[in-house]
Antibody
Framework: QMQLQESGPGLVKPSETLSLTCTVS????????WSWIRQPPGKGLEWIGY????????????NYSPSLKSRVTISVDTSKNQFSLRLSSVTAADTAVYYC???????????WGQGTLVTVSS | EIVLTQSPGTLSLSPGERATLSCRAS???????LAWYQQKPGQAPRVLIY???TRATGIPDRFSGSGSGTDFTLTISRLEPEDFAVYYC?????????FGGGTKVEIK
């Protein structure tokens, strides 16, 4: 059974770069859409972006939310079956629980990671 | 970018009652690309419905989705204790995924 697990620092200073990794176990990272989603404390869900990778064609693509596009990079490490999120120039508004999830291009079918809280504070 | 507005913000009902949740889009959404999620406290969301009306694997048939264009509905026919949670609609369009603000279904 496929499982996802987020990892990374729980505290990031303002203006620095938030970096998280999602480790996929129980299946290959190839041929699915891999998303990052975040949820500020007590608030709703915000899709950050996704990455698609196909090992058979060695093709990959990314797509990001317009509101975050200038600060976001999602990348894949196939050797480790992981994908990563980098969000630059963070502010307190980026404090949230960050989830990784598998899906298709149009829906987050799951599984999801358990989520990791990242706090932006000096 | 399509904006999804969910109503009501909070729905107070008793177990056994019927819940009707609304999701309204600022522009027409293809029915193929409207999904509903359930989130319980401290847990990640899980998909209930996709394609506006198709139940995801393992989802009980008391959950149903309907609608088209700009108006979509999630109905829970008879609330079970485990159904009290927050529900989000989500659409896909112009290569973007966007969520509604959520409806909390709480015990009356």
């Amino acid at each position: 059974q496929m499982q996802l697990q987020e990892s990374g620092p729980g505290l990031v200073k303002p203006s620095e770069t938030l970096s998280l990794t999602c480790t996929v176990s129980g299946g290959s990272i190839s041929s699915y859409y891999w998303s990052w989603i975040r949820q500020p404390p007590g608030k709703g869900l915000e899709w950050i972006g996704y990455l698609y990778y196909s090992a058979s064609t060695n093709y990959g693509s990314t797509n990001y939310s317009p509101s975050l596009k200038s600060r976001v990079t999602i990348s894949v490490d196939t050797s480790k079956n992981q994908f990563s999120l980098r969000l630059s120039s963070v502010t307190a508004a980026d404090t949230a629980v960050y989830y990784c999830a598998r899906g298709n291009y149009d829906v987050l079918t799951g599984p999801w990671g358990q989520g990791t809280l990242v706090t932006v504070s000096s | 970018e399509i904006v999804l507005t969910q109503s009501p913000g909070t729905l107070s009902l008793s177990p056994g009652e019927r819940a009707t949740l609304s999701c309204r889009a600022s522009q027409s959404v293809s029915s193929s690309y409207l999904a509903w999620y359930q989130q319980k406290p401290g847990q990640a969301p899980r998909v209930l419905i996709y394609g506006a009306s198709t139940r995801a694997t393992g989802i009980p048939d008391r959950f149903s989705g309907s609608g088209s264009g700009t108006d979509f509905t999630l109905t829970i026919s008879r609330l079970e204790p485990e159904d009290f949670a927050v529900y989000y609609c989500q659409q896909f369009g112009s290569s973007l995924l966007t969520f509604g603000g959520g409806t909390k279904v709480e015990i009356k």
